[in-house]
T-cell receptor, first 115, second 113 residues
Framework: GAVVSQHPSRVICKSGTSVKIECRSLDFQATTMFWYRQFPKQSLMLMATSNEGSKATYEQGVEKDKFLINHASLTLSTLTVTSAHPEDSSFYIC???????????FGSGTRLTVV | AQSVTQLGSHVSVSEGALVLLRCNYS??????LFWYVQYPNQGLQLLLK??????LVKGINGFEAEFKKSETSFHLTKPSAHMSDAAEYFCAVSGNAGNMLTFGGGTRLMVKP
């Protein structure tokens, strides 16, 4: 079945640094990928929709300059958290549409901790 | 516009008992409906999905869900709970394959021995 590889699975970074999270569709092409954020004990919140070769569409309240999304190819989307602060600590999950009966395939998530 | 409501943020059942997790949705177009499970510190795993075919959908791990248009519901059930079913469950809706998913608030299922 379709697989989406997301890494790193865990990252700890210092406040003020940037962190890049990668999301790859391994055996299918994903023209659209989605980035979600999950706060502790809460549901997933869509941050942005990433389209290959074009600018991402951000949800209201999500800072474009802070959460940089790049979707340079049909199999790779990246989320860069710039100038990270402790409040950015969260669980980030990507998903891609296509390839299988599931419709959507999710990455395994990235636990970001900013200290 | 679409939305999902999961009744009960926490559900506790005994091992071997029936599992019922409730999901109601609203959608301006015929919906695609999904149930996902999330184990601690892991990503989501699809349990099952409804895409306008059979209204009773069977998924993995013995779970199933029934789409009831008149009730705008898509409740998840399993006849007999196992300890390994303890996890967070999310119901989600999309207006079309390829559109973004809207998630419910999640239901944490606890299974007592």
């Amino acid at each position: 079945g379709a697989v989406v590889s997301q890494h790193p699975s865990r990252v700890i970074c210092k406040s003020g640094t940037s962190v890049k999270i990668e999301c790859r569709s391994l055996d299918f092409q994903a023209t659209t990928m989605f980035w979600y954020r999950q706060f502790p004990k809460q549901s997933l919140m869509l941050m942005a929709t990433s389209n290959e070769g074009s600018k991402a569409t951000y949800e209201q309240g999500v800072e474009k300059d802070k959460f940089l999304i790049n979707h340079a190819s049909l199999t790779l989307s990246t989320l860069t958290v710039t100038s990270a602060h402790p409040e950015d600590s969260s669980f980030y999950i990507c998903s891609a549409e296509g390839g299988t009966l599931s419709g959507y395939t999710f990455g395994s998530g990235t636990r970001l901790t900013v200290v | 516009a679409q939305s999902v409501t999961q009744l009960g943020s926490h559900v506790s059942v005994s091992e071997g008992a029936l599992v019922l997790l409730r999901c109601n949705y609203s959608s301006s177009v015929p919906p695609y409906l999904f149930w996902y499970v999330q184990y601690p510190n892991q990503g989501l795993q699809l349990l099952l999905k409804y895409t306008s075919a059979a209204t009773l959908v069977k998924g993995i791990n013995g779970f199933e869900a029934e789409f009831k248009k008149s009730e705008t519901s898509f409740h998840l059930t399993k006849p007999s709970a196992h300890m390994s079913d303890a996890a967070e469950y999310f119901c989600a809706v999309s207006g079309n394959a390829g559109n973004m998913l809207t998630f419910g608030g999640g239901t944490r299922l606890m299974v007592k021995p």
